[in-house]
């Protein structure tokens, strides 16, 4: 189906994976696996506020509402593309996209979560490869940024992985509790370095005025 918004038709592909725009149909899809609760033990992975972290019904009902008001907020300013992870079809997670003064700037960042089930299987590293080819080969990027809590170590063994280098750390609050955040930064030219060939893209160009990028 082609939608009337550009960004519900991007599509990033890996020989693994896609990454779908983030329809309703899709969103809907994703529900039971939020419902039944994304992260469930500690060390807690997300930031506050996370509304993945509420008791259901309140969790879905925040989660598509956050995501319903970020698909709005999109222009040259800031932009934010949500992406659900398809396996064999199967939605199994997300994996998002910021820009925030792209046109100045040229930095993103990225966010992704993963069902329980699926975790430790590479598919994450695969997540963040196929974002990172969007984000530089489709839209230009100069640099990316990543972050997670120290002891989110899945997180931070793909960032290493995949060519960042530790920019100095900080701190949030998960849960109310604060904890220390590592940063982390990508060049352009380390991309480059271990660019893939196996990745494809679609929708890139039709969705560039909506991004201010045309």
């Known amino acids: 189906m082609i939608h009337t918004y550009p960004p519900l038709n991007l599509e990033v592909r890996t020989p ?3 990454l779908a725009g983030a329809t309703d149909e899709l969103l809907e899809r994703l529900v039971p696996i939020v419902r039944a609760g994304v992260a469930d033990t500690a060390p807690w992975p997300f930031d506050d506020p996370m509304s993945l972290y509420l008791d259901s019904p309140d969790r879905e009902w ?3 509402r956050g995501i319903w008001a970020g698909r709005a907020r999109v222009n040259e300013e800031f932009w934010r593309l949500y992406f659900v992870v398809l396996r064999d ?3 199994i997670g997300m ?5 925030s003064d792209f046109t100045k700037f040229g930095t993103v960042t990225s966010f992704s979560w993963l069902a329980p089930g699926q975790r430790g299987r590479g598919i994450g590293a695969e997540m963040r490869a196929a974002i990172l080819h ?3 080969a489709g839209l230009g990027a100069k640099e990316a940024t990543s972050d997670a809590f120290t002891d989110n170590h899945a997180s931070n063994r793909v960032s290493a992985a995949l060519g960042y280098e530790r920019n100095g ?4 609050t998960r849960r109310g509790e604060v904890a220390r955040i590592q940063c982390w930064r990508l060049t352009r030219e380390a991309w480059e370095r271990a660019r893939r060939d196996d990745i ?7 969705c560039l005025p909506a991004l201010g990028l045309a």
């Open 89 to 91: 079809g199967e939605p």
């Open 200 to 206: 494809e893209l679609t929708g890139v160009r039709e």
């Open 62 to 64: 925040r989660w598509l």
């Open 169 to 172: 750390t900080t701190w949030d």
């Open 95 to 99: 994996q998002d996209l910021i820009g």
């Open 134 to 136: 969007l984000a530089f």
């Open 16 to 18: 693994r994976l896609t």
